[in-house]
């Protein structure tokens, strides 16, 4: 599985085409803007498109979603939580294929209802939950850090740790990390009870 790792916009968000190598299906994960940089990689490279996946709703990552599917014909895969227009509603465990190539949804609510995690090929696409240095807010609606302390706690720290870290956003001090050099580095992984984390995020 080859990654295109495309920083775009204002806001410093990341879009990924991720490419199946032996057979040229593909998936973008997080269409925003500058879709011209997505189109570029299509082109160059021959890849047929076969769906577009969000990893939540916020409209930074789902901007593009109508503009590249009208492009490429492809579907909209959204978490079944998601409010959007999608074509097909994934949840937690569902796998998505394209060409040769895997990925596994993880639920990881916090930073919305339907953020979720795609891993697959030692990689995980972590959008809004976990970013390199630091985590997804959660005061805005339909956040909650309760369930991000679950999310990062009961379920994404205990993947595997080699497994390389693609954000949904460029904060960090390098555009992608592994689990386990976040859980030594990132002040958000170090341990703490919930409560201590409520207090640390400020909200509930």
């Keep these: 599985m080859k990654v295109y790792q495309l920083q ?6 990341f879009t990924y085409v991720l490419e199946d190598e032996d057979t040229k299906e593909s998936v973008i994960i997080d269409p925003s803007w500058d879709l011209e940089m997505v189109i570029e990689i299509i ?24 503009a590249i599917v009208k492009y490429t014909k492809s579907k909209i895969l959204q978490h079944e939580a998601s409010t959007l ?10 796998k998505i294929t394209f060409g040769k190539s895997e990925l596994v949804v993880i639920h990881t609510p916090g930073h919305s209802k339907d953020s979720m995690c795609l891993v697959g090929d030692g990689k995980i696409f972590s959008g809004d939950t976990l970013f390199v240095g ?8 339909g956040g909650s850090a309760k369930e991000l302390y679950h999310s990062l706690f009961d379920i ?11 954000p949904g956003h460029n904060y960090g001090s390098s555009p992608n990390s592994t689990i386990d050099k976040e859980k030594k580095t990132n002040f958000v992984l ?6 201590e984390f409520l207090d640390f995020m400020g909200s509930d």
Excluded: A, W
Aim: net charge negative; proline share 3%.
């Design 43 to 66: 082109e160059r490279n021959d890849l047929k498109v076969k769906y577009v996946i969000n990893t939540h709703h916020h409209f930074d990552h789902t901007i593009g979603n109508d």
């Design 134 to 141: 630091n985590c997804g807010r959660t005061d805005l609606p």
């Design 8 to 13: 775009v916009g204002n806001m410093q968000n």
């Design 156 to 166: 994404v720290s205990k993947l595997d740790g080699n497994l390389v870290l693609y």
């Design 85 to 94: 227009k999608n074509d097909v509603r994934i949840s937690d465990g569902e």
């Design 190 to 195: 170090q341990p703490r009870t919930e409560s």
